[in-house]
């Protein structure tokens, strides 16, 4: 079952056009404002993770679980998953409860600090996040059909506009 959004599925049904040129290569498009370009990663933004969110409940996951365990590629803290995902250490408890039952994650005493638990994906964690991943790649179908050039300039202002996003 895909859920591809209208965004989306509009993206990929036409090939990209030239910078600056319509589609239909008459006229110039305008540039658009920096604000302009803000508004529409917002929505990109939105639809990527209504789908993310649509697919991980396939799964019998929240959001908020596929998110934790899609940000599990190391062993974090709570701290540090708390300030990843936006949300108050308390929140995070839950969350690692829930997928520790079901067990996608585990706990783990830091190695540095002993008061310190860190959280870890199992292999039953890790393979739920590779299908979810998967599937998202089946309903964003626009990103495989980038070349490299267009892959790599995409990259590289991924990593301008958001520098921490480089890995």
Known sequence: MTHASPTASSTSAAPPTP???SAAGSSPTPTPTPAQLMEQFA???ADYYRNFALVAAEHGLTFMQGKMLSLLREPRS???LAELLGCDASNVTGIVDRLEARRLVHREVNRHDRRIKNVGV???GA???RRIRAEM???LTALEQLDAPQRRAFHDLLVRIFPGTGG
């Open 122 to 124: 199992t292999d039953e």
């Open 127 to 129: 393979e739920a996040i």
């Open 19 to 21: 910078a600056g040129t």
């Open 78 to 80: 709570m701290r540090a």
């Open 137 to 139: 790649m089946s309903n």
């Open 43 to 45: 929505e990109a933004a």
